[in-house]
């Protein structure tokens, strides 16, 4: 397998798990507060606060965002190869 057809391999991959954040934009907030608590057991309670919701579909509609565009990418991976270069550095370093 060469490398470019492992880059786009690696892009589709990391672009499908991504987008499937985009379920959690419309998840109820008892739902969140139940993944969080239960499911995932972490401390302290999910705060039930609208800013707390916000963010949380903010940040689940940006994963879905993101990975739509690791999916465009892997089309055509020479075209997109300076973008591709971006994200790997931002990922690295935001990530």
């Known amino acids: 397998m060469n490398p470019e057809r492992i880059l786009k391999l690696i892009l589709q991959?990391?672009?499908v798990v991504m987008a499937t954040a985009v379920f959690a934009v419309f998840l109820p907030a008892d739902w969140m507060a139940v993944i969080h608590d239960q499911?995932?057991?972490l401390e302290p309670e999910f705060p039930n606060?609208?800013?707390?919701?916000?963010?949380?579909?903010?940040?689940?509609a940006f994963y879905a965002m993101i990975g739509v565009l690791y999916i465009i990418m892997a089309r055509d991976v020479r075209a997109y190869a300076l973008l591709i270069t971006v994200m790997a550095w931002a990922s690295i370093c935001f990530g």
């Open 39 to 41: 499911w995932l057991g």
């Open 13 to 15: 991959i990391n672009g």
């Open 49 to 60: 606060q609208p800013i707390v919701i916000y963010l949380a579909r903010s940040l689940s």
